[in-house]
């Protein structure tokens, strides 16, 4: 679950100051998995200054700010409305080192006469071109619900029919690289597998990079057929082994993968990368709970949370319609909102934190999520399972989710399973120091080959032979 804190900047006055500050001031915000240039641009009034700030990151030029002071070398502004503060201090070498700050979160931000570049990031498991491989751009259709889909087929330079995946994303639009916070995990991952030997086809999400159709209205269960749509795809290509078709799910992908296992008698084999295996609900309580903690919020404000959080739930399982809900949510959130931890706004004003809440959960998505148990469509699967999961995933603990899928996979009497939790890493199968979603983007590596290794052999065991 993926979060973009948006910041709001604007124009504001300068006090008496006796150096020449007009003129144009360039920074840098740095933000979890995103880097935003910052344009300052200074002007004498009779009574001060006035300064513009642009964001060309985020197509903003010429916004306006509420206050700002400035008492030699310390500047100060404040933008009441957004909950940003920030102060500087000017040095001799003319630059103003200082703090953004958010709400509960604080970014350094320092302004210069220089233009300033990002910097780039090292993903050195990045493949680049020219890949030793056929990787060809394809589209398909999902004739179920009208929607054409784009991707990538890749698969070894050599004659004869390949064993072959498909690659499911996790929650929110991806793209076929499954990219976030500077990594492609599927792109590795593809890369990786096809260098062993097998055809992957990754796609772009519907509505998203070259895919048609509306991402907003669909649900697991209208992404399941994408990917049933998918398969049917590799079916009619030559270079697939049409007795070999796997599928390899992360996060919700783990959730669709066992649905299309059970609808479609193509699945060879399904390996669940931290895939679900305990109630939406549930799973979301417990995410937002371990991720506050190593955030470093208190545990008297996470109970709080955690209740709060409760009742919107239960409000969505037993809701009979959207416009119900609305209603049930408006009330709610009137009823608490002045107890809220203002940790839990996240810097927003109350009218955009309800405004917020209330976007998330009419969704179509997020209430088929947070009433979906995947234990029963679990039961049912019958081709081999590998599930895989980070110890230090915080996202979709290792723990109760691996457990509740031995179970049910159990319960319906599959024994052709592997569950494995992998030492070390995080939600995204990376070697990480705590599995903070905070750390993703600072971390080099995108995929653990210790991961990787354990994905290509259960493959090989499950395509050997005819």
């Not at 009619?236 to 799910?249: D, V």
């Amino acid at each position: 679950m993926k979060k973009t804190l948006l910041f709001l900047l604007t124009i504001f006055t300068i006090s008496a100051f006796s150096q020449d500050i007009t003129g144009e001031w360039n920074g840098l915000l740095k933000t979890p998995g995103k880097q935003l240039t910052i344009i300052l641009k200074i002007s004498k009034l009779d009574s001060g200054y006035s300064a513009t700030l642009d964001s060309p990151d985020q197509g903003a030029t010429g916004i306006q700010v509420t206050t700002t002071t400035f008492v030699t070398p310390v500047l100060n502004f404040s933008i009441a409305g957004a909950k940003i503060d920030y102060e500087g201090i000017l040095g001799e070498d003319k630059i103003i080192r200082g703090n953004f700050k958010q709400g509960i979160y604080t970014f350094p931000l320092d302004l210069s006469r220089e233009k300033v570049e990002k910097e780039k990031l090292k993903r050195p498991q990045e493949p680049v071109k020219p890949y030793p491989y056929v990787s060809e751009d394809i589209t398909f259709e999902n004739k179920k619900e009208a929607v054409t889909l784009a991707g990538t087929l890749t698969f070894p330079k050599k004659t004869g029919t390949f064993p072959a995946v498909v690659l499911i994303s996790g929650s929110g639009p991806q793209n076929r690289d499954e990219e976030l916070l500077g990594h492609k995990p599927f792109l590795v991952l593809s890369d990786f597998l096809t260098r062993n030997g097998i055809a992957v086809l990754r796609f772009d999400d519907r509505g998203t990079g070259a895919s048609k159709g509306d991402f907003k209205k669909a649900t697991t269960q209208n992404f399941a057929t994408d990917v049933e749509a998918a398969v049917n795809y590799l079916k009619t290509r030559k270079e697939i082994n049409k007795a070999k078709i796997g599928l390899i799910g992360h996060s919700e992908g783990g959730v669709i993968a066992p649905i299309v296992a059970t609808t479609s008698k193509d699945i060879r084999f399904i390996i669940l990368l931290a895939g679900m295996g305990i109630p939406g609900d549930q799973l979301l309580l417990l995410q937002q709970g371990l991720i506050k903690k190593a955030s470093g919020i208190n545990e008297d404000e996470i109970k709080l949370s955690q209740i709060f959080n409760e009742g919107l739930f239960e409000m969505v399982k037993k809701a009979p319609n959207a416009t119900a809900l609305k209603t049930d949510l408006d009330n709610y959130l009137k009823e608490k909102l002045s107890s809220m931890p203002e940790a839990e706004k996240a810097g927003m004003t109350d009218a955009d934190f309800v405004k917020s809440i209330e976007i998330q959960l009419l969704s179509p998505w997020m209430q088929n999520f947070i009433k979906y148990d995947p234990k029963p469509v679990l039961e049912k699967v019958k081709c081999p399972v590998l599930a895989l999961n980070g110890e230090k995933d915080l996202q979709v603990p290792p723990k109760e989710n691996l457990e509740a899928i031995e179970t049910a996979l159990a319960k319906g009497g599959n024994t052709k399973v592997r569950i494995k939790e992998l030492p070390g890493l995080n939600h995204l199968f990376q070697e990480a120091n705590t599995g903070s979603p905070s750390e993703y983007a600072t971390i080099e590596q995108t995929f653990s080959p210790i991961a990787l290794e354990e994905i290509i052999k259960w493959i090989g065991l499950q395509t050997k032979g005819k």
